[in-house]
């Protein structure tokens, strides 16, 4: 029998630029990915979500500002709350962030200056559903492309998140000023990650690197549990 | 109600904005010790009575003017023609 192929759904805001790349990643990695439009108030039926890169709403306020009070975003926090797996990545991140579904916020680049090249990363956890596919302490490289990454929480949020182990990529060079070189958080229970790198962008070796296949097939397979599981 | 909504970033956050303004403000010789960037957003709203005024503007900031993170706002209301 052939395994079953999850159904994962890619967020389209107005200024999403990376959509479609995630939608080709996640379909090459055989899942059956599906466009859901911001304005929708209702998700179909649902394995995963993908918040995609790009400049929601012109970036206007603050990166994700706006973006979280889009009706698909209160259908994405009920599916979070249910237990749902949601990735978002670059500006899905801050997204998230914004709508108080992750920890912290994302603040302008410390360089000030807008930041594209592959960037090497250390995989601090490998048993999340986005990083099962990795190793502890594996380092990947995934590209950034970002003006606005540097992740910030003040000392109690930042240490309260080191005891519950919720800092699951760092960046292993120097990037964008984020702070202690966080790259990538979780949610306390876990099924909601957001990260700035584009795994999306690097899933093939003609694209310079494969790794960030890594990280959407651990969504993928993690995805798939949950539908052999029934859940 | 007019309102100003004065938004910046709390103390000890580091502000990459203020800090390269900063240096060209000394380049072009002023005598400036620090400076801190912000933002501005004037708004005319609906109530008429200044409390429940500042209420609803103060909400507005919790939920979306601000991010209480990083951010702390002043709000500064006025009558209409003021």
Not at chain 1, 9 to 36: E, Y
Request: some cysteine; charged content about 25%; overall charge negative.
């Amino acid at each position: 029998m052939s395994s079953p192929q999850p159904r994962i759904g890619v967020v389209q805001f107005p200024g999403s630029n990376d959509d479609r790349d995630a939608l080709w990643a996640l379909a090459a990695l055989d899942a059956d990915a599906v466009p859901i439009w911001h304005a929708q108030t209702e998700l179909p039926d649902l394995d995963a979500v993908v918040l995609p890169g790009g400049f929601s709403y012109g970036d206007y306020l603050r990166c994700g500002a706006i973006a979280r009070f889009s009706p698909a975003m209160s259908a994405v926090a009920g599916f979070a709350d249910d237990g749902g797996l949601v990735l978002g990545i670059c500006n899905g991140f801050q997204i998230l962030c914004e709508a108080g579904l992750l920890p912290g916020v994302l603040r302008p680049n410390e360089s000030l200056s807008f930041v594209c090249r592959d960037v090497r990363l250390r995989v601090d956890r490998a048993d999340t559903p986005f990083t099962c596919r990795c190793r502890p302490g594996e380092e990947l490289v995934i590209p950034v492309k970002h003006g606005e990454g540097c992740w910030f929480a003040d000392k109690d949020l930042y240490e309260e998140l080191l005891a519950r182990n919720q800092i699951v990529l760092r960046y292993a060079e120097s990037v964008n000023g984020s702070l202690h070189d966080v790259a990538g958080v979780v949610n306390e229970r876990g099924n909601v990650m957001g990260l700035m790198p584009h795994p999306e962008h690097a899933v093939d070796p003609l694209l310079g690197s494969a790794d960030g296949a890594l990280i959407l097939a651990s969504l993928v397979e993690s995805a798939r549990d949950r539908v052999l599981a029934g859940v | 109600m007019k309102a100003t909504v004065l938004v910046r970033p709390k103390q000890g956050i580091l502000d990459p904005q203020g800090e390269a303004v900063e240096s060209s403000l000394r380049q072009l010789g002023f005598g400036v010790a620090r400076a801190r960037i912000g933002r501005v957003v004037d708004l005319e709203v609906e109530a008429t009575d200044p409390a429940a005024a500042r209420v609803e503007v103060e909400q507005m900031c919790e939920q979306l003017l601000a991010n209480p993170l990083i951010e702390s706002y002043e709000i500064v209301l006025r009558e209409n023609g003021a």
